[in-house]
């Protein structure tokens, strides 16, 4: 009897050990989610912008566009963000041109997503508005679109409307992952609830993730984050003063900015995703990387020490969702070419051996 009884409070002992030692395992999970375990490194998007080349056989759904999508591979990318526009001749009009652009016909589009998909990767279809002609205005950008009468403005947006519920039909018949309803309509941004309207009405037709881009400084003044899924904010952030920086003061550059993101994120409950990072490969890159002035002298080390600081401040936080690097071209080999010496793109330059083992390390925690 004496036997059994000692039996029993063995298993019983073996028992309580193992439930132990199961909570342990869970509560140390737990602990690791907010303290900075490896697993919650990893990013839900590794991204690439590809930018479309207006010309076809050039663009998307070209054989180039299939070549550069092994590269992307290769790199460590596993989501591709394609971009598409409606048309405005001038900010203060409130009319939109849309299906203008031939070379970006739907069945481009739809012929783009499907290799995508079919090579792996998960796509963003992020929609812009362009102003004017080819050549920039400052003043003539989509930040600065705003109406003060009531009817023009409520004009504008139906107009708006319809483009972004025709881009989210496209993105549900292809099976688009996530859709970007608005980017870096700063002055617009403000009104709150015809983005909620238009968001309501998005989901109606669309079931993938939902996210809007804002400019960096901006994405604070924005209400609605909580009917999207996503905080998306192109981020580029000053992180110096002065060229030729060492990789800690671009690390300090970015971690003044870093608490203002988290504090974002913590105030909706929703992950960031930077809907667009880059820096152009010039020396200086890092002091207004917003800006695409083809000045500076050629510097492929500064691109990549300030993709680097941006991993080593962003690699351990698990509310950043994602990022998308500007950006990318769809034919490589096109009038863009001129643009690659000193451009945004990281293509076959030394910051993609930052970006492909920032990528390849989350790989390696999953």
Not at 272 to 284: D, M
Not at 332 to 343: A, C, T
């Amino acid at each position: 009897m004496e036997r059994n009884k000692y039996k029993i409070l063995t298993v019983g002992l073996i028992v309580i050990l193992i439930s132990a030692s199961f909570l342990f395992v869970s509560l140390s999970s737990r602990v690791g989610d907010k303290t900075g375990g490896s697993e919650r490194a990893s990013l839900e998007y590794k991204g690439a912008v590809l930018a479309h080349i207006h010309r076809i056989g050039s663009g998307y759904g070209s054989g180039s566009s299939r070549n550069i999508h092994s590269h992307l591979k290769g790199i460590g990318y596993d989501t591709v963000q394609l971009n598409t526009f409606a048309y405005m001749r001038d900010r203060a009009e409130t009319g939109l041109i849309v299906d203008g652009d031939p070379t970006m016909a739907d069945r481009y589009l739809i012929d783009e997503i499907r290799n995508l998909h079919g090579s792996g990767f998960k796509v963003m279809l992020k929609p812009h508005i362009w102003i004017g002609g080819w050549n920039f205005d400052a003043d003539n950008w989509r930040s600065k679109i705003d109406f003060t009468d009531s009817d023009k403005r409520e004009e504008w947006f139906f107009n708006y409307r319809k483009f972004i519920i025709g881009q989210a039909m496209l993105a549900e018949k292809t099976g688009v992952e996530i859709l970007v309803v608005g980017t870096e309509l700063v002055e617009v941004s403000k009104y709150t609830g015809e983005w909620r309207k238009l968001i309501e009405e998005v989901r109606k037709v669309y079931g993938g993730r939902l996210t809007y881009a804002a400019e960096g400084m901006n994405a604070k003044n924005i209400e609605f984050w909580d009917s999207l899924d996503y905080i998306g904010i192109d981020a580029y952030f000053p992180l110096t003063g002065k060229a030729a920086p060492a990789l800690s003061e671009l690390v300090r550059g970015w971690k003044r900015h870093e608490p203002e993101i988290k504090e974002l994120s913590e105030k909706y409950g929703k992950k960031i995703i930077f809907t667009e990072i880059g820096y152009k490969s010039v020396e200086g890159t890092a002091i207004k990387p917003w800006e695409w002035s083809d000045d500076g002298v050629a510097s492929q080390e500064e691109q990549a020490l300030a993709f680097e600081a941006t991993s080593v401040v962003f690699r351990d936080k698990p509310y950043l969702a994602g990022v998308f690097v500007w950006k990318y071209f769809t034919d490589m080999d096109s009038e863009e070419k001129d643009n690659i010496e000193k451009g945004f793109t990281p293509y076959s330059k030394k910051a993609e051996t930052k970006i492909s083992a920032w990528f390849r390390e989350g790989q390696r925690n999953e």
